[in-house]
């Protein structure tokens, strides 16, 4: 009979267990890798806003960054946390939290691609005396930190407050950063008027596809008190937000866009298409994505043009176009395209899809293998008709049968109004 060791019954065990962590510690890495060459290959190494830079020389590869970023955004490759899918990141900034040796600085740009970031103080008023910024606009897209700051601006504004026969404040913008300014002013009892240029409230969430999964962390509103979302679909937190316009009784003038702020004696003017108010100060709580870039073509008027996608299934058996060649327009796309007896095109001026997600990519491969969607390269609208759209590809003169144009270009930011108010932008290259 062969006798074991009785140490033996203890390091067996504990070498089994090392082996097996090291194993799972090396697929997690190697997947890490395998997401961070797709990134490179397909060119989306640039994070939209705010992110995390790791320093190398201090993070010691708990992987406790990693754990905190629901997005998949940090992975730990040969040991140190990386960014392997900056696309994604939304700018919460949770991995810097939770990172246990403060190796991660968050920052705005990067190295070969600045973002234009507008000055702020720590009480959100810009350069310029009376004009205030929170939210997405000041490079915070995050619902919750967007809602902090509209009820942070507000109470710098109120304490600020004059007697007066004008407005104590004009907010600009109905998305999270607005609705919770808006509140604020209402329970600081503030004269103050709020506008939106579009037709609902939201902001950039309104322009999110149907049933888009958005992450909100618990908020503290003024009036409503705190509340605590998680994730909740793009509809219900719409939905949530109109129940509290409805409840207090929250007054918004839906439609109305901002055409100029000039300076008064006595504070600002604010021009809009409907009226002129006269006002203190203003709080900007607009998004970056700014108004819809246009195509500036005959017919672009029309009824059946529109910049965004809310819902595929009002193009169900229609015949559309999508124009554009970014994640938005490839979404889009794919989108109307899994809608019974759609017809979708997909043009794009350029000769490839360079900047898009992976995901996107296969997926639209799938819809035009399928025979769902026909994608033109190098082609560009030149005129729209009711009932048809025309295109030039390559030189040639091409007529679809269309009944709805879906226009995803971008949009153009808000950074001539800022600088002709006089408020300082700042293009950051990768700093805080």
């Known amino acids: 009979m062969i006798e074991f060791p009785l140490w033996s019954a203890y390091v067996l065990p ?14 997690r890495e190697a ?16 994070p939209p806003s705010l992110h995390p830079v790791v320093d190398p020389n201090i993070c010691m590869g708990s992987g406790a960054c990693v754990r905190a970023c629901p997005e998949g955004t940090l992975g730990i ?11 994604v990141c939304i ?70 407050r004059a007697e007066s026969d004008q407005l104590d404040v004009v907010i600009v913008g109905a998305g999270p950063a607005g609705i919770s300014s808006t509140l604020a002013a209402m329970d600081k009892k503030l004269r103050f008027v709020t506008v939106e240029q579009e037709d609902s409230l939201g902001g950039t969430v309104s322009h999110y596809p149907r049933n888009k999964i958005v992450m909100s962390q618990p908020v503290a509103l003024p009036i409503v008190g705190k509340v605590k979302l998680g994730e909740i679909s793009k509809e219900s937190l719409l939905a949530f937000w109109q129940d509290i316009v409805n409840r207090v009784g929250m007054p918004i003038n839906y439609g109305e866009r901002v055409e100029k702020i000039t300076a008064s004696d006595r504070g600002y003017i604010v021009k ?38 809310i819902d595929p299934e009002q193009y169900r ?46 997926l639209l491969g799938e819809a035009e293998r399928a025979g769902r969607l026909t994608i033109m390269l190098r082609s560009t609208v030149v005129r729209i008709a009711p009932q048809h759209a025309h295109l ?39 700093t805080a």
């Open 91 to 160: 700018g919460h900034g949770a991995c810097a939290a939770a990172c246990p040796v403060e190796a991660i600085t968050l920052v705005f740009g990067t190295e070969r691609r600045g973002v234009d970031i507008p000055y702020v103080k720590p009480t959100f008023e810009t350069n310029v005396a009376g004009i205030y910024i929170a939210g997405e606009l000041g490079g915070m897209g995050l619902i919750r930190k967007a809602a902090e700051q509209g009820r942070q601006a507000m109470e710098s504004i109120a304490e600020n």
């Open 77 to 87: 490759v040969n040991g140190k946390a990386h960014l392997i899918n900056p696309t």
């Open 14 to 27: 504990l070498t089994l267990l090392l082996w097996l962590y090291v194993r799972r510690q090396q697929r």
């Open 317 to 362: 058996g229609k015949r559309v176009l999508v124009v554009g060649g970014g994640d938005s327009a490839i979404e889009a796309a794919v989108a109307v395209a899994g809608e019974p007896g759609s017809q979708v095109t997909l043009s794009y001026r350029g000769d490839a899809f360079g900047r898009i997600k992976q995901k996107n990519r296969e």
């Open 31 to 46: 997947r890490a890798l395998a997401t961070m060459q797709r990134s490179l290959e397909t060119g989306l190494t640039d």
């Open 272 to 309: 809009t298409g409907r009226a002129e108010y006269p006002s203190r100060s203003v709080l900007l709580a607009i998004g970056r994505r700014g108004t819809p870039r246009k195509l500036d073509v005959p017919g672009e008027e029309l009824s059946k043009v529109v910049y965004s996608l």
């Open 392 to 430: 030039d590809q390559n030189g040639e003169a091409i007529t679809l049968d269309n009944d709805a144009v879906i226009v995803c270009a971008g949009g153009i930011l808000p950074t001539p109004m800022l600088k002709e108010i006089g408020i300082l932008v700042e293009t950051k290259f990768g």
